[in-house]
């Protein structure tokens, strides 16, 4: 009887390992991280950088065509700025598909 017992409480610690998810290895978080970390520093340096050149360029002393190439400068950098997130949320969506389909292969 109690081999019985033994054996229904081995199998069942069999199924629950097999229903119990996972817990997130360090990889899992730290990739997401360095993405946002990336868009958090690109997104306002590629408007800022522009911007302030333009700024700069509409100095009296320099071109003297003030709020023209300031406002030029930040279209571009606008432009800069949507173009560069595409591609990199673009990137980041194929490499998680691809980690998923990994995982399933598994």
């Given amino acids: 009887m109690n081999e019985h ?7 069942t610690h069999g199924i629950v390992q097999q229903i119990k998810p996972k817990k997130p290895t360090s990889r899992e978080w730290v990739r997401p ?6 868009v958090g520093w690109y997104v306002p340096l590629s408007l800022v950088i522009p911007t ?3 700024f700069w360029l509409d100095r ?4 003297d065509s003030h709020p023209l190439l300031t406002l030029i400068g ?3 950098g606008t432009v800069v700025a949507f173009y560069g997130l595409y591609r990199m ?10 980690q998923e389909r990994d995982k399933k292969l598994k």
Avoid at 89 to 98: D, H, V
């Fill in 74 to 76: 930040f279209g571009v």
């Fill in 60 to 63: 009296p002393d320099k071109l």
């Fill in 89 to 98: 949320l673009r990137q980041f969506y194929t490499e998680q598909k691809e």
């Fill in 5 to 11: 017992i033994a054996l229904i409480q081995k199998e």
């Fill in 52 to 54: 302030g050149i333009g």
């Fill in 33 to 38: 991280l360095g993405f946002l970390l990336t």
